[in-house]
């Protein structure tokens, strides 16, 4: 089992910016690969980003390239999200969760194993 925390959302200006962190507990944290999921209102969830256990490989939505920076720091077991250039259309709550195929990055949200309780982001425009 593995349990993991998000924190660090809120209400920000448009053009601000944010940076989510996601503690996890449990079992080893960097056997598994990280992400970052999104859901807004009316949408599906989806993968934001997400980074391997080693952090050599990434993976960013289109939406959200050159804006967001993922990172981990297996020391501490903790993943975090950096958002830059917030849009209004960024708004949603943002969800870290944990896949087991720790070399790999799946974008499917039922491909992940464990999940936390989500952080609400909210960008006024």
């Known amino acids: 089992q593995v349990q993991l925390v998000e924190s660090g959302g809120g209400l920000v200006q448009a053009g601000g910016s944010l940076r989510l962190s996601c503690a996890a507990s449990g079992r080893t944290f960097s056997d598994y690969t990280m992400g970052w999921f999104r859901q807004a209102p009316g949408k599906e969830r989806e993968l934001v980003a997400a980074l391997t256990w080693s952090g050599r490989s990434s993976y960013y939505a289109d939406s959200v390239k050159g804006r967001f920076t993922i990172s981990r720091d297996n020391a501490k077991n903790t993943v975090y999200l950096q958002m830059n250039s917030l849009k209004a259309e960024d708004t949603a709550v943002y969800y870290c969760?944990?896949?087991?195929?720790?070399?790999?990055?799946?974008?499917?949200?039922?491909?992940?194993?464990?999940w936390g309780q989500g952080t609400q982001v909210t960008v006024s425009s």
């Open positions: 969760a944990a896949d087991r195929t720790q070399y790999l990055i799946r974008r499917t949200p039922a491909q992940y194993n464990y």
